[in-house]
Structure formats: structure tokens, C-alpha cells
């Protein structure tokens, strides 16, 4: 019996969350919002502390920092071209498959 009302219980959490998304689509996206949210606020005091896996040692964080700061930012321009490029590249392929 009790398998029966895990699974019950279950289904009803899995309805009541239809329903209340139904009443208000929006507070679900803002429950999720606040839970990232609060994730990244830990995620930034444990990188501090440097308690955080994958934390860098402290003679690497300096190199890091330079590598982050050398990679080149494309424009809009340059963005839109890329992907127009591509497109017409993809369309070009798909015309002479045919």
C-alpha cells in the first residue's frame, strides 16, 4: 500500500504543478529564476574561498585571467556576416545535393 501512495502522492505533486502553471505561467520561470540565482551566489563565495572543485591554484589564477582577457570579441557585423556565410554555404550544399 504504501508504493501505491508514493506514486499517488507523486501525481497529485505532478498535477498541482500543472494546475498552478495553468493559474500563473510566469511563477514557475520565477521560482527557477530565484533558484539559479541563489546557486550562482554560492557557486561565487565558494570560488572566493577557493573551495570550489576545479578552483585554480593560486600561481595559475593570474595566467588564466590574461588567457580570458586575450580572446577576441567579434562585432554584430561580424556575427551576422559569419552566420549569413554559413547559411549560404548550407544552402549552396543543399541546392547541388539535389
Given at each position: ?16 504543478f ?9 511563477a ?22 577557493g ?20 580572446l ?27
Amino acid at each position: 500500500m504504501s508504493f501505491a501512495s508514493y506514486i499517488d502522492g507523486i501525481t497529485m505533486k505532478i498535477a498541482a504543478f500543472f494546475v498552478s502553471l495553468s493559474r500563473n505561467p510566469i511563477a514557475p520561470i520565477l521560482r527557477k529564476m530565484e533558484e539559479l540565482r541563489e546557486e550562482k551566489v554560492v557557486r561565487e563565495t565558494r570560488m572566493k574561498e577557493g573551495r570550489e572543485e576545479g578552483a585554480l591554484p593560486a600561481a595559475l589564477k593570474p595566467e588564466a585571467e590574461m588567457v580570458a582577457r586575450e580572446l577576441p570579441k567579434l562585432s554584430l557585423g561580424a556575427c551576422i556576416f559569419l552566420i549569413l556565410l554559413f547559411l549560404a554555404l548550407y544552402m549552396l550544399l543543399y541546392l547541388l545535393s539535389k
